[in-house]
């Protein structure tokens, strides 16, 4: 393999993980607020 054709691949799967750990980041905030607002609901009964 060719030097550029390693450094495409390389730069390829770390932007795929950035891309990744973004929806992650994004799915673990609504999971938390989501139960924010259901322990909230459930002190108030």
Sequence with gaps: MSKK???LTFFS???L???FYAL???ARARY???N???KEKF???
Excluded: Y
């Design 5 to 7: 054709r390693i450094l």
């Design 13 to 15: 799967f770390a932007i």
């Design 17 to 19: 993980f950035q891309g």
């Design 24 to 26: 992650a980041q994004e």
């Design 32 to 34: 938390e607020l989501l």
């Design 36 to 38: 924010l607002i259901r």
């Design 43 to 45: 002190d108030k009964i």
